[in-house]
């Protein structure tokens, strides 16, 4: 009996010891390849310049199959698998070794944040799969190591500063590919993984070149010309000196044919704008003759609606003809000579999505703003005519109106009031964190978001029938901060509207913000309500003073606001929205409120949720400015309780 029981507790001892053994393994699993792991992802959260985002990085990463209670990660039997930090405007700079520790990475996601550096390497990463950097400020080359993924099915790294050429990447998994909107240069590697990727994969790399871009060659600059030793010099000299004389009879034959090139050009020149000015002066004769006889007509025949219909569509073909090549202005007191403007002094304003701006200062006249269109569908001259005239009736007080334009063949100009205190992008982003900077202050940008609404509501209710087909039904199509403008009062004016009726529907796709929007993307639908789509992602741009990727100008990375607001409002960390400039102005605490609840009402993913602009207009205004716009108080004071509460939540649609 007794040794039945010594024998009883020595098999529960071994039991007791090899649990522990177990134990111990899973421990020291947990401690060697989870505890470096934890180790990278605690470095990575160090680099970003926000970790309030990923404050539930504490505590317990991933254990075994259960959900990690950490954002953005994704664990398989207790290790990383997955990390998906996308449009949390994280701004920071990754060292290149910060993923070396993840070695069961098969998903890596940072797609439109601020992050910056070399890309990072992925020599250790071999089970990676999908990787997306896009909207980010990576620069450098495009790491090499990525050449060692062999299980690599999606690459994007768009839009970021990228450089140098493209590696040969030939894995068959391949399914994802895009380096589009960098700064890469060479012949795309005439791989078969590569070369199945259509043209929109390599866009706006502008020193590119290959098949794709119809160039079979490219030229190879000779960088890695090699400096000759001293035994080469008198080889080299020898060289030099007949290739110096083989030279030397080309260029003189080329200097002369140039000489003779210009003096041909200067002559072709010269003749040109002799005949022009006598075609001008006899255009001007005609004119005056045709509105002679209009006016004949008009004061000595009674016509019918339909008779009076004919004469005007007569008299808009004449004038269409007479047109050509002068600068026609329209209803506006301003007027002067084509010469005149060609004479003015000018200065460049930008690059627009649909041709370059710039500003003429007449001698002894207005200062204008001269916009070369582009991009144009290909209409006829009256087509033309028609479609300006219409964007030129709708007169508003927060429209910039069109003062006249100029119509040839070749070139096409539109001429615009001047709004001398810039745009609405630049009064938000401008000069911020300098001594210099004006605070851009609640008031101001209320008085900025009821402009903008009562314009865009004006152009809903004015919209004729052609333009809304010719426009596919969207008045404006292109709202964003860089096109509103404010002058010299600092009223609100927006430009670029009705543009939709001119531009050739493939570039308007690819530039105009309605193409952004859910409803475009989802179902290649736009309508009415992706203009206000549009208005409320300018709202938030006001309200947070951050830089929308949906309006961004090229070369600079934005956040997608719509996702990042609605995160912030459904964890309850709502504070942080507003711009500080704002935020410290307590009394107006419950108009930002108000105004981000008709953002997000706005910016519903649904259209049929949208509100009509006329409802936007009215709640727009009840809107209350602060009691004192100069009321600044300190930030850690902390906010009103309200801003966090459940009036925000139950403004947020469901996502």
Request: charged residues 20%; proline residues 4%; aromatic residues 6%.
């Amino acid at each position: 009996m007794g040794s039945s029981h010594i024998f009883t507790h020595y098999v529960i001892l071994l039991f007791i010891v090899k649990l522990c053994t177990m134990a111990i393994a899973q421990d020291g699993s947990a401690n060697g390849f989870d505890g470096a792991e934890r180790e990278a992802l605690v470095t990575i959260k160090a680099d970003f310049n926000n970790p309030k985002v990923l404050k539930s990085w504490t505590g317990l990463m991933c254990y075994l199959n259960n959900t990690p209670s950490w954002f953005g990660i994704s664990c398989i039997n207790g290790r990383v698998t997955g990390l998906r930090l996308e449009n949390l405007g994280l701004i920071g700079k990754l060292k290149p070794d910060a993923l070396v520790n993840l070695t069961q990475l098969q998903t890596l996601s940072f797609k439109n944040n601020s992050i910056s550096g070399n890309l990072m390497d992925f020599s250790k990463n071999k089970n990676l799969k999908d990787i997306n950097l896009s909207g980010n400020r990576f620069d450098g080359e495009i790491s090499p190591s990525l050449l060692t993924l062999n299980l690599l099915e999606s690459l994007q790294v768009q839009n970021n500063n990228l450089n140098g050429p493209i590696p040969g990447f030939n894995q068959s998994t391949l399914k994802v590919f895009n380096v589009s909107d960098n700064n890469l240069s060479g012949e795309i590697p005439n791989t078969t993984a590569l070369q199945k990727f259509g043209t929109s994969s390599y866009l706006g790399n502008q020193d590119l070149c290959g098949p794709l871009f119809s160039i079979t060659t490219c030229t190879i600059k000779n960088s890695d010309t090699s400096t000759p030793g001293p035994s080469d010099d008198s080889h080299n000299d020898s060289s030099n000196n007949s290739k110096s004389s083989m030279w030397t009879p080309i260029l003189i034959v080329i200097n002369v044919v140039g000489m003779v090139v210009l003096l041909f050009l200067f002559i072709y020149y010269f003749k040109k704008s002799k005949k022009l000015k006598k075609m001008l002066t006899n255009k001007n004769m005609k004119l005056m003759e045709v509105e002679k006889i209009e006016t004949s007509k008009m004061e000595t025949t009674t016509t019918t609606p339909t008779e009076t219909r004919s004469v005007e569509s007569r008299s808009v073909g004449l004038e269409v003809e007479l047109e050509k090549g002068k600068l026609i202005f329209l209803g506006s007191e301003i007027n002067f000579e084509l010469d005149h403007l060609l004479r003015a002094s000018a200065e460049g304003l930008g690059k627009g999505n649909f041709g370059n701006c710039y500003k003429a200062m007449l001698v002894d006249g207005p200062t204008v703003v001269v916009k070369r269109l582009r991009d144009l569908k290909p209409l006829t001259n009256e087509e033309f005519v028609r479609q300006v005239r219409a964007i030129a009736d709708q007169k508003h007080p927060n429209l910039l109106p069109l003062l006249g334009y100029y119509n040839t063949k070749d070139e096409k100009l539109f001429l615009l009031k001047f709004a001398p205190n810039g745009s609405l992008y630049n009064r938000i982003h401008g000069g911020k964190g300098t001594r210099d900077r004006i605070p851009f202050r609640w008031s101001s940008r209320l008085s900025v978001a009821r402009g903008v609404a009562r314009a865009l509501e004006h152009l809903h209710l004015n919209c004729s029938s052609s333009q809304a087909a010719a426009a596919a039904v969207v008045p404006h199509g292109n709202l964003k901060s860089s096109n509103v403008l404010l002058d010299e009062n600092d009223d609100v004016r927006v430009a670029d509207y009705g543009l939709t009726s001119l531009i050739a529907l493939p570039i308007a796709t690819q530039r105009m913000v309605s193409y952004r929007s859910p409803e475009y993307l989802g179902f290649k639908k736009v309508s009415k309500k992706s203009d206000i789509w549009s208005f409320g992602c300018l709202l938030l741009e006001l309200l947070t003073g951050r830089i929308s990727s949906h309006s961004a100008p090229p070369g600079v990375t934005g956040a997608d606001l719509c996702s990042w607001v609605h995160r912030a409002v459904r964890e309850e960390w709502t504070a942080e929205i507003f711009d500080t400039e704002i935020a410290v102005q307590r009394s107006a605490n419950s108009g930002m409120l108000r105004l981000l609840q008709i953002a997000i009402r706005c910016c519903d993913k649904s259209p049929e949720k949208r509100p009509e602009m006329s409802e936007v207009v009215r709640e727009v205004e009840s809107v209350k400015g602060a009691v004192d716009s100069e009321d600044e108080e300190d930030l850690s004071l902390s906010m009103d309780q309200s801003m966090t509460d459940d009036s925000i939540a139950t403004a947020t649609p469901s996502r």
